[in-house]
């Protein structure tokens, strides 16, 4: 299996290639791909260096699978390109998430949906993937109504320049501000940057793509997205109205059952969900799960993971898997 790797020098691009050699993937060939300033570097991959190179020689290369994580910019552009060559691209920047055309995917809910036509498939919002890798088997055994979400996000979320800026803040160095404000010891209600409706990106890839990933629009999603002082780490507190009853030891029950998910949720022994317990770990962890006492039929949980691993790169990789495992590729 020919694989590229775009983005290859970023900080989800690492986390791709260290994700592929931990599950074995079966690269038989490794194209690492970047930006013109990096071309010519060497990486290593699985004890072996390999030459990044540029776009345009890993389109002439013809992989089987390119895996994306370069932008929307560079995926609106280049995706096409290596399509055309029948290379089936997996990107994960949020170019192609709404395309009616693409699928926009979490294996362990709407794999299924994929075929060999599927040439660019979707990776969904970090913070997206782990709310809807809670809600699924939820909204299956209660069909919610309307989903309150809050989130606290870490900066390796905006990327390598905004943790350098928290390294920075805490060691009392002054340098480059990857936001508009300081990050330590704050709390910024603005991930990325703001629609005409007072809400940002963000806030709105959590309104509008659960529907898609689970097939169903009669749902709502309201979001709050809010950055903090972590370096790793995404956090949700997620409040669900569903339209029947729920029982809270059966909602514990589905949640251990879901393929994926881990339930941290014993209070008594101070033990709950938080980003250094996800951090490197492909799961989604939930906890914190207790009825919402102002409202009927409502459900409050928290449901935490790490950003850089299910958030984006794991979930990318297992896409890919499940191409090769069902021969769509």
């Not at 389109?59 to 995926?75: Q, R, Y």
């Not at 096409?80 to 691209?89: D, H, L, S, Y």
């Not at 459900?299 to 890919?320: C, E, H, P, S, Y």
């Amino acid at each position: 299996m020919k694989v590229a790797v775009v983005g290859a020098t970023g900080m989800v691009g690492e986390v791709m290639l260290r994700v592929l050699a931990e599950r074995n993937f079966p690269v038989t060939e490794l194209i690492p791909v970047a930006s013109e300033r990096s071309v010519g570097k060497t990486l290593t991959y699985d004890g072996k260096d390999y030459t990044v190179v540029g776009l345009e020689t890993a389109v002439s290369m013809k992989p089987d699978i390119a895996l994306f994580s370069a932008g929307g910019g560079t995926s609106l552009e280049w995706a096409p390109k290596f399509a055309e060559v029948g290379t089936t691209v997996v990107d994960n920047s949020s170019a192609w998430r709404m395309d009616a055309t693409k699928k926009l995917v979490v294996p362990e809910i709407n794999a299924s949906e994929l075929t060999k036509e599927d040439k660019i498939i979707a990776n969904p919002n970090c913070s997206t993937i782990q709310l809807v890798m809670a809600l699924n088997p939820l909204h299956k055994k209660y069909k919610m109504k309307r989903v309150v979400v809050s989130t606290y996000q870490s900066v390796s979320g905006t990327g390598v320049k905004a943790v350098r800026q928290l390294e920075n803040e805490i060691a009392g160095v002054e340098g480059e501000m990857a936001y508009p404000y300081p990050i330590g010891r704050n709390a910024l209600p603005h991930c990325d940057v703001f629609e005409d409706n007072g809400y940002t990106k963000e806030e709105m890839k959590l309104a509008r793509e659960p529907q898609k990933i689970l097939g169903d629009s009669s749902f709502s999603v309201s979001a709050t997205a809010v950055r903090i002082p972590t370096a790793g780490g995404h956090s949700e507190s997620v409040n669900v109205e569903f339209e029947n009853d729920f029982d809270l030891a059966e909602v514990r029950k589905l949640l251990a059952a879901t393929p994926g998910v881990v339930v941290q949720d014993d209070v008594a022994n101070n033990s709950y969900p938080m980003p250094i317990f996800a951090h490197d770990k492909d799961e989604v962890f939930v906890g914190r799960i207790r009825r919402d006492e102002t409202q009927p039929n409502t459900l409050n949980m928290w449901v935490v993971a790490d950003n850089l691993r299910k958030g984006a790169a794991t979930n990318t990789v297992q896409i890919a898997e499940y191409l090769i495992d069902n021969n769509l590729v």
